[in-house]
């Protein structure tokens, strides 16, 4: 049974830096895409990133680039999003998302709030 835990979520100032984690088990992990979307109360889920099988091609959205990073340790089946200079747009449920071909598997969430 495929798992994604989404962990690392909380409370935080407009400015500050958080890094969310995300734990795959029950999949083969290095030869997934990895994900992050949110989803803000009210709204649809928007991407957010995601990362190639190696690590080495990633994509952002432009309300992130620049103070986001993805990354990901196939040997501990992980993919984390550091989240640097957080502003209050940024609030949301992240989810993280492991793609291959048609099949898609989505972590439960993770909540990031951001006060001004």
């Known amino acids: 049974q495929v798992q994604l835990v989404e962990s690392g979520g909380g409370l935080v100032q407009a400015g500050d830096s958080l890094r969310l984690s995300c734990a795959a088990s029950g999949l083969t992990f290095s030869s997934y895409t990895m994900g992050w979307f949110r989803q803000a109360p009210g709204k649809g889920r928007e991407f957010v990133a995601r990362i190639g099988w190696s690590g080495v091609i990633t994509y952002y959205s432009d309300s992130v680039k620049g103070r986001f990073t993805i990354s990901r340790d196939n040997a501990k089946n992980t993919v984390y999003l550091q989240m640097n200079s957080l502003k209050t747009e940024d609030t949301a449920v992240y989810y993280c998302?492991?793609?291959?071909?048609?099949?898609?598997?989505w972590g439960q969430g993770t909540q990031v709030t951001v006060s001004s």
């Open positions: 998302v492991a793609i291959l071909g048609s099949s898609q598997y």
